[in-house]
């Protein structure tokens, strides 16, 4: 008889950007329903290191002006790192923070948002990535068939289009940062967005860390099987059966290690005046 362990529940707090966003970057992962003997274990960004993508992914050129060039009422800047183009354009105070909007090119297909960005403002001022909200978004359905999803007047806009398969899709969101205190000094400033974050979208968990286990049952010839509900807010994720040879510690452990979520780290730079 098989003895089903139920190792973890994950629950994804999407704190960082408002509920318009199809993804954000998780505050923790909570590890709940452990066996008896031991304690609930509390995973955040300081106890998981994420996994750094460092592929380089061909640039398109003018994937995100294009983008950007639709929202736009200042001049748009683009910058290239990492394989991955940016473009920003309209710097602007809203109540005590900075906003801009961004448009950046997706790494793969998987739900990428700006994980971490700061502004250095010319008073010397550093302000930290606080929220945003989505504008649009666009996604491969199948060949050159795309989705454009638009975040419009407290609506969401989905239309279909054609388009190159070669072609990367891209994201744009309008960032905000502070808080800030007297701006009156503020004219001049320089935007650094540091990495991108890959996390699945709410209700997509089990489909998501699935995949990203796969290769691990695979290595295993079936003696490593697990099982994932899908829950509100996260999955719930069950070791089926394990080797003989691996305790439940190591179980758990292993299948933690491809949790963690994707980080694509680059250095996109810009510099912008405001009034």
């Given at each position: 008889?098989?003895?089903?362990?139920?190792?973890?529940?994950?629950?994804?707090?999407?704190?960082?950007?408002?509920?318009?966003?199809?993804?954000?970057?998780?505050?923790?992962?909570?590890?709940?329903?452990?066996?008896?003997?031991?304690?609930?274990?509390?995973?955040?960004?300081?106890?998981?290191?994420?996994?750094?993508?460092?592929?380089?992914?061909?640039?398109?050129?003018?994937?995100?002006?294009?983008?950007?060039?639709?929202?736009?009422?200042?001049n748009a800047t683009t910058r290239s790192a990492?394989?991955?183009?940016?473009?920003?354009?309209?710097?602007?105070?809203?109540?005590?923070?900075?906003?801009?909007?961004?448009?950046?090119?997706?790494?793969?297909?998987?739900?990428?948002?700006?994980?971490?960005?700061?502004?250095?403002?010319?008073?010397?001022?550093?302000?930290?990535?606080?929220?945003?909200?989505?504008?649009?978004?666009?996604?491969?359905?199948?060949?050159?068939?795309?989705?454009?999803?638009?975040?419009?007047?407290?609506?969401?806009?989905?239309?279909?289009?054609?388009?190159?398969?070669?072609?990367?899709?891209?994201?744009?969101?309008?960032?905000?940062?502070?808080?800030?205190?007297?701006?009156?000094?503020?004219?001049?400033?320089?935007?650094?967005?540091?990495?991108?974050?890959?996390?699945?979208?709410?209700?997509?968990?089990?489909?998501?860390?699935?995949?990203?286990?796969?290769?691990?049952?695979?290595?295993?010839?079936?003696?490593?099987?697990?099982?994932?509900?899908?829950?509100?807010?996260?999955?719930?994720?069950?070791?089926?059966?394990?080797?003989?040879?691996?305790?439940?510690?190591?179980?758990?452990?292993?299948?933690?290690?491809?949790?963690?979520?994707?980080?694509?780290?680059?250095?996109?730079?810009?510099?912008?005046?405001?009034?």
């Amino acid at each position: 008889m098989k003895k089903i362990y139920t190792i973890f529940t994950l629950v994804l707090y999407l704190g960082a950007f408002v509920a318009v966003m199809t993804a954000c970057a998780p505050s923790n992962l909570t590890i709940s329903n452990l066996p008896s003997n031991q304690e609930n274990i509390e995973l955040n960004d300081e106890t998981i290191a994420p996994t750094v993508n460092m592929i380089e992914t061909p640039v398109i050129p003018g994937i995100t002006v294009q983008a950007i060039n639709k929202y736009a009422q200042t001049n748009a800047t683009t910058r290239s790192a990492a394989g991955i183009e940016v473009s920003v354009a309209n710097f602007r105070f809203a109540s005590n923070e900075i906003l801009v909007d961004a448009c950046y090119q997706l790494p793969d297909e998987s739900d990428w948002t700006i994980d971490k960005a700061t502004i250095i403002t010319n008073d010397f001022s550093i302000l930290n990535l606080s929220g945003g909200t989505g504008i649009e978004f666009t996604r491969t359905l199948s060949g050159s068939t795309r989705q454009l999803t638009t975040f419009e007047d407290n609506k969401i806009l989905v239309t279909e289009f054609t388009a190159d398969p070669n072609l990367p899709n891209y994201r744009c969101d309008t960032l905000s940062f502070g808080p800030i205190g007297d701006r009156s000094n503020i004219s001049h400033l320089i935007l650094t967005i540091h990495s991108l974050i890959a996390i699945p979208g709410e209700g997509s968990e089990c489909q998501a860390f699935m995949n990203r286990i796969q290769p691990v049952l695979e290595a295993h010839n079936g003696e490593f099987q697990i099982n994932c509900a899908q829950e509100i807010g996260g999955a719930k994720i069950s070791i089926v059966l394990k080797p003989d040879s691996m305790s439940l510690e190591e179980a758990e452990g292993l299948i933690a290690e491809y949790l963690k979520p994707e980080i694509y780290e680059g250095e996109w730079k810009f510099e912008g005046e405001i009034k």
